[in-house]
Protein backbone atom coordinates (compact mmCIF):
# COMPACT_ATOMS: atom_id res chain seq x y z
CA UNK A 1 0.00 0.00 0.00
CA UNK A 2 1.04 3.71 -0.67
CA UNK A 3 2.38 5.57 2.48
CA UNK A 4 2.11 9.28 3.01
CA UNK A 5 3.97 10.74 5.65
CA UNK A 6 3.10 14.57 7.44
CA UNK A 7 6.50 14.85 8.74
CA UNK A 8 4.94 18.50 11.05
CA UNK A 9 2.04 17.28 12.97
CA UNK A 10 1.90 20.90 13.98
CA UNK A 11 2.65 24.11 12.52
CA UNK A 12 1.65 27.84 13.54
CA UNK A 13 1.91 31.15 11.49
CA UNK A 14 1.00 34.71 12.06
CA UNK A 15 -1.68 36.30 10.48
CA UNK A 16 -1.38 37.85 7.05
CA UNK A 17 2.36 35.38 6.49
CA UNK A 18 2.91 32.78 4.11
CA UNK A 19 2.96 28.92 5.67
CA UNK A 20 4.23 25.82 3.94
CA UNK A 21 2.97 22.59 5.33
CA UNK A 22 5.11 19.46 3.98
CA UNK A 23 3.63 15.95 2.72
CA UNK A 24 5.92 13.05 0.86
CA UNK A 25 4.42 10.11 -0.34
CA UNK A 26 6.22 6.48 -1.65
CA UNK A 27 4.57 5.01 -4.43
CA UNK A 28 5.93 2.98 -7.91
CA UNK A 29 3.28 4.10 -9.82
CA UNK A 30 3.76 6.86 -12.15
CA UNK A 31 0.18 8.04 -12.52
CA UNK A 32 -2.00 9.32 -9.56
CA UNK A 33 -3.72 11.98 -7.89
CA UNK A 34 -2.75 13.99 -4.98
CA UNK A 35 -4.63 16.05 -3.05
CA UNK A 36 -4.83 18.70 0.24
CA UNK A 37 -8.09 18.05 2.14
CA UNK A 38 -8.90 20.81 5.32
CA UNK A 39 -10.73 19.93 8.40
CA UNK A 40 -11.70 23.11 10.30
CA UNK A 41 -12.46 22.41 14.20
CA UNK A 42 -15.80 20.39 14.14
CA UNK A 43 -16.30 21.08 10.68
CA UNK A 44 -16.65 18.84 7.68
CA UNK A 45 -13.51 18.06 5.82
CA UNK A 46 -13.05 19.66 2.49
CA UNK A 47 -10.84 19.76 -0.41
CA UNK A 48 -8.03 22.65 -0.61
CA UNK A 49 -6.57 21.85 -3.66
CA UNK A 50 -5.69 18.52 -5.96
CA UNK A 51 -3.03 17.57 -8.53
CA UNK A 52 -2.72 15.53 -11.08
CA UNK A 53 0.69 13.70 -11.29
CA UNK A 54 1.29 13.94 -14.98
CA UNK A 55 1.30 17.73 -15.11
CA UNK A 56 4.42 19.08 -13.85
CA UNK A 57 2.74 22.52 -13.30
CA UNK A 58 1.72 23.37 -10.16
CA UNK A 59 -1.73 23.61 -8.81
CA UNK A 60 -2.92 26.63 -7.70
CA UNK A 61 -6.26 27.80 -6.25
CA UNK A 62 -6.20 31.93 -4.66
CA UNK A 63 -3.91 31.82 -1.66
CA UNK A 64 -3.32 28.19 -1.45
CA UNK A 65 -0.61 26.50 -4.34
CA UNK A 66 1.79 23.49 -4.15
CA UNK A 67 5.14 22.73 -4.62
CA UNK A 68 4.59 19.33 -6.59
CA UNK A 69 8.17 17.32 -6.86
CA UNK A 70 7.38 13.99 -8.43
CA UNK A 71 11.31 12.53 -8.76
CA UNK A 72 11.85 13.59 -4.75
CA UNK A 73 7.50 12.61 -4.23
CA UNK A 74 7.21 15.37 -2.24
CA UNK A 75 4.01 17.94 -2.67
CA UNK A 76 4.03 20.40 -0.21
CA UNK A 77 1.27 23.08 0.65
CA UNK A 78 1.86 26.53 0.81
CA UNK A 79 -0.71 29.13 2.29
CA UNK A 80 -0.01 32.48 1.46
CA UNK A 81 -1.53 35.93 3.18
CA UNK A 82 -3.05 33.70 6.49
CA UNK A 83 -6.66 34.11 7.44
CA UNK A 84 -7.71 33.40 10.98
CA UNK A 85 -10.32 30.76 8.86
CA UNK A 86 -7.17 28.85 7.50
CA UNK A 87 -6.86 27.52 10.54
CA UNK A 88 -7.56 23.31 10.97
CA UNK A 89 -5.79 20.78 10.23
CA UNK A 90 -4.42 20.00 7.02
CA UNK A 91 -4.61 16.36 5.45
CA UNK A 92 -2.88 15.31 2.34
CA UNK A 93 -3.75 12.24 0.76
CA UNK A 94 -2.50 9.66 -2.60
CA UNK A 95 -4.93 8.26 -5.05
CA UNK A 96 -3.76 6.16 -7.73
CA UNK A 97 -5.53 6.36 -11.65
CA UNK A 98 -4.53 2.93 -12.24
CA UNK A 99 -5.54 0.56 -9.51
CA UNK A 100 -8.50 1.00 -7.75
CA UNK A 101 -10.38 3.63 -5.75
CA UNK A 102 -9.06 3.58 -2.40
CA UNK A 103 -7.28 7.39 -0.71
CA UNK A 104 -4.04 7.21 1.24
CA UNK A 105 -4.17 9.99 3.94
CA UNK A 106 -1.21 11.47 6.05
CA UNK A 107 -1.35 11.79 9.70
CA UNK A 108 -2.73 15.38 9.38
CA UNK A 109 -0.48 18.86 10.63
CA UNK A 110 -2.82 21.12 13.03
CA UNK A 111 -2.59 24.41 11.73
CA UNK A 112 -2.81 27.41 14.12
CA UNK A 113 -3.16 31.17 13.10
CA UNK A 114 -1.85 33.66 15.44
CA UNK A 115 -4.01 37.07 15.20
CA UNK B 1 -23.19 20.70 -4.49
CA UNK B 2 -22.34 17.13 -3.06
CA UNK B 3 -23.93 16.33 -0.01
CA UNK B 4 -23.04 13.66 2.33
CA UNK B 5 -24.90 12.97 5.43
CA UNK B 6 -24.60 11.33 8.40
CA UNK B 7 -27.30 10.63 10.65
CA UNK B 8 -25.63 11.17 13.64
CA UNK B 9 -22.84 14.00 15.37
CA UNK B 10 -22.89 12.68 18.23
CA UNK B 11 -23.83 8.63 20.05
CA UNK B 12 -22.99 7.80 23.09
CA UNK B 13 -23.26 3.35 23.01
CA UNK B 14 -22.60 0.97 26.35
CA UNK B 15 -20.32 -1.96 25.30
CA UNK B 16 -21.72 -4.89 23.84
CA UNK B 17 -24.22 -2.66 22.14
CA UNK B 18 -24.69 -3.17 18.36
CA UNK B 19 -24.12 -0.21 16.67
CA UNK B 20 -25.38 1.40 12.96
CA UNK B 21 -24.04 4.35 11.42
CA UNK B 22 -25.83 5.54 8.22
CA UNK B 23 -24.35 7.30 5.55
CA UNK B 24 -26.27 8.64 2.75
CA UNK B 25 -24.80 10.56 -0.57
CA UNK B 26 -26.49 12.33 -2.93
CA UNK B 27 -24.73 12.70 -6.08
CA UNK B 28 -25.66 9.13 -7.08
CA UNK B 29 -21.93 8.59 -6.20
CA UNK B 30 -20.43 4.31 -7.01
CA UNK B 31 -17.74 4.71 -4.40
CA UNK B 32 -18.53 4.60 -0.77
CA UNK B 33 -15.94 4.55 2.79
CA UNK B 34 -16.02 5.11 6.39
CA UNK B 35 -13.03 5.86 8.27
CA UNK B 36 -11.93 6.19 11.60
CA UNK B 37 -10.30 9.67 12.46
CA UNK B 38 -7.98 9.45 15.53
CA UNK B 39 -5.75 12.23 17.08
CA UNK B 40 -1.97 11.48 16.15
CA UNK B 41 -3.35 8.15 13.65
CA UNK B 42 -4.69 10.50 10.72
CA UNK B 43 -7.98 8.90 8.55
CA UNK B 44 -8.18 5.20 8.61
CA UNK B 45 -9.86 3.11 6.16
CA UNK B 46 -12.22 0.46 7.78
CA UNK B 47 -14.31 -0.61 4.73
CA UNK B 48 -15.08 0.76 0.98
CA UNK B 49 -17.62 -0.16 -1.40
CA UNK B 50 -17.68 0.59 -5.18
CA UNK B 51 -20.97 -0.55 -5.97
CA UNK B 52 -24.16 -1.62 -4.45
CA UNK B 53 -23.51 -4.93 -2.72
CA UNK B 54 -19.84 -4.89 -2.98
CA UNK B 55 -17.33 -4.27 -0.11
CA UNK B 56 -13.46 -4.50 0.18
CA UNK B 57 -11.82 -4.57 3.22
CA UNK B 58 -9.10 -1.06 4.69
CA UNK B 59 -6.68 -1.09 7.14
CA UNK B 60 -8.60 -1.60 10.18
CA UNK B 61 -11.68 -4.25 9.44
CA UNK B 62 -11.68 -5.76 12.79
CA UNK B 63 -14.85 -5.21 14.44
CA UNK B 64 -16.62 -3.50 11.95
CA UNK B 65 -18.82 -4.81 9.27
CA UNK B 66 -20.47 -2.77 6.04
CA UNK B 67 -23.93 -2.91 4.55
CA UNK B 68 -24.64 -1.30 1.09
CA UNK B 69 -28.15 -2.51 -0.19
CA UNK B 70 -28.87 1.27 -2.42
CA UNK B 71 -26.55 2.93 -4.01
CA UNK B 72 -27.10 6.39 -1.70
CA UNK B 73 -26.50 4.38 1.47
CA UNK B 74 -23.47 3.11 3.27
CA UNK B 75 -23.90 1.77 7.08
CA UNK B 76 -21.33 0.42 8.97
CA UNK B 77 -22.05 -1.87 11.78
CA UNK B 78 -20.17 -2.37 15.11
CA UNK B 79 -21.80 -6.08 16.14
CA UNK B 80 -21.05 -5.62 19.68
CA UNK B 81 -19.04 -2.24 20.31
CA UNK B 82 -15.52 -1.85 22.74
CA UNK B 83 -14.46 1.50 24.41
CA UNK B 84 -11.25 0.75 22.25
CA UNK B 85 -14.04 1.66 19.35
CA UNK B 86 -14.75 4.90 20.91
CA UNK B 87 -13.57 7.78 17.79
CA UNK B 88 -14.66 9.71 15.35
CA UNK B 89 -15.89 8.28 12.28
CA UNK B 90 -15.98 9.87 8.77
CA UNK B 91 -18.09 8.59 5.77
CA UNK B 92 -17.18 10.01 2.14
CA UNK B 93 -18.63 8.92 -1.19
CA UNK B 94 -16.59 9.51 -4.62
CA UNK B 95 -17.28 8.91 -8.77
CA UNK B 96 -15.44 6.25 -10.83
CA UNK B 97 -16.02 2.61 -11.35
CA UNK B 98 -13.83 0.07 -9.56
CA UNK B 99 -11.20 0.61 -12.08
CA UNK B 100 -11.84 4.18 -14.33
CA UNK B 101 -10.72 7.24 -12.64
CA UNK B 102 -10.68 10.73 -13.55
CA UNK B 103 -9.49 14.10 -12.46
CA UNK B 104 -12.68 14.92 -11.14
CA UNK B 105 -13.12 12.17 -8.41
CA UNK B 106 -12.24 13.63 -5.36
CA UNK B 107 -13.58 12.61 -1.75
CA UNK B 108 -16.89 14.14 -0.30
CA UNK B 109 -16.88 13.80 3.21
CA UNK B 110 -19.69 13.76 5.91
CA UNK B 111 -19.59 15.86 8.95
CA UNK B 112 -18.27 13.02 11.19
CA UNK B 113 -19.77 11.01 13.72
CA UNK B 114 -18.30 11.03 16.96
CA UNK B 115 -18.93 7.64 18.57
CA UNK B 116 -18.00 7.10 22.58
CA UNK B 117 -18.46 3.65 23.89
CA UNK B 118 -18.81 3.44 27.85
Known amino acids: AQTVTQSQPEMSVQEAETVTLSCTYD???????LFWYKQPPSRQMILVIR??????QNATENRFSVNFQKAAKSFSLKISDSQLGDAAMYFC????????????FGTGTSLTVIP | DVKVTQSSRYLVKRTGEKVFLECVQD?????MFWYRQDPGLGLRLIYF???????EKGDIPEGYSVSREKKERFSLILESASTNQTSMYLC?????????????????FGAGTRLSVL
Open chain 2, 92 to 108: ASSSGTSRTLTAKNIQY
Open chain 1, 27 to 33: TSESDYY
Open chain 1, 51 to 56: QEAYKQ
Open chain 1, 93 to 104: AYRSAITGNQFY
Open chain 2, 27 to 31: MDHEN
Open chain 2, 49 to 55: SYDVKMK
